[in-house]
T-cell receptor, first 112, second 113 residues
């Protein structure tokens, strides 16, 4: 079946630290992955995506790493700021490639 | 305009009421989605519309009835809901129905009493 999950439900870091949020997926045929940030009371906001023909993609302060061998996805946030506090979800395209299926989510708390 | 707009933001309805949630986007996206999100859980896919036609119904109870009047609008009609249907209802859109980068609205917080 298709499922996307996260290793840790919560992550607490100090301001300025680097954060790493992990995600494991089960469908080895998945060809597209995406990270969303969801702040309290808001809808998910796109952070970064990656296709299966890549193993790394960088954005502004964020990097997504894809390890297809172990079906693992991670989001790295550099110099984490209090404004980064939110729930982070990884998602993958479903088997038909017609919608996104979300993993369980990690709550990131940044203290200053 | 890169926004998906959902109305209302909050809705309280009784179990015998009929109400509708509305979603609008003007990005020219041809795929639109409804997701349901319970507290501290990930969004769960309900419906997918592609080119104004329903392409996916994730076994959603018939008390939820989606409608896509045109390529910019998506409605979710609600009737005879149960208290356990209380949740955040999220609308999203993407350029094509390929499960790619989807833009989400702020959601409608629904409470069924």
């Amino acid at each position: 079946g298709e499922s996307v999950g996260l290793h840790l439900p919560t992550l607490s870091v100090q301001e300025g630290d680097n954060s790493i949020i992990n995600c494991a997926y089960s469908n080895s045929a998945s060809d597209y992955f995406i990270w969303y940030k969801q702040e309290s009371g808001k809808g998910p906001q796109f952070i970064i995506d990656i296709r299966s023909n890549m193993d790394k993609r960088q954005g502004q302060r964020v990097t997504v790493l894809l390890n297809k061998t172990v079906k693992h996805l991670s989001l790295q946030i550099a110099a984490t700021q209090p404004g980064d506090s939110a729930v982070y979800f990884c998602a993958e395209a479903n088997q038909a490639g017609t919608a996104l299926i979300f993993g369980k989510g990690t709550t990131l708390s940044v203290s200053s | 305009d890169t926004e998906v707009t959902q109305t209302p933001k909050h809705l309280v309805m009784g179990m015998t009421n009929k109400k509708s949630l509305k979603c609008e986007q003007h990005m020219g996206h041809r795929a639109m989605y409804w997701y349901k999100q319970k507290a501290k859980k990930p969004p769960e896919l309900m419906f997918v519309y592609s080119y104004e036609k329903l392409s996916i119904n994730e076994s959603v109870p018939s008390r939820f009835s989606p409608e896509c009047p045109n390529s910019s609008l998506l409605n979710l009609h609600l009737h005879a809901l149960q208290p356990e249907d209380s949740a955040l209802y999220l609308c999203a859109s993407s350029q094509e129905s390929q499960g790619r980068e989807a833009f989400f609205g702020q959601g409608t917080r629904l409470t069924v009493v």
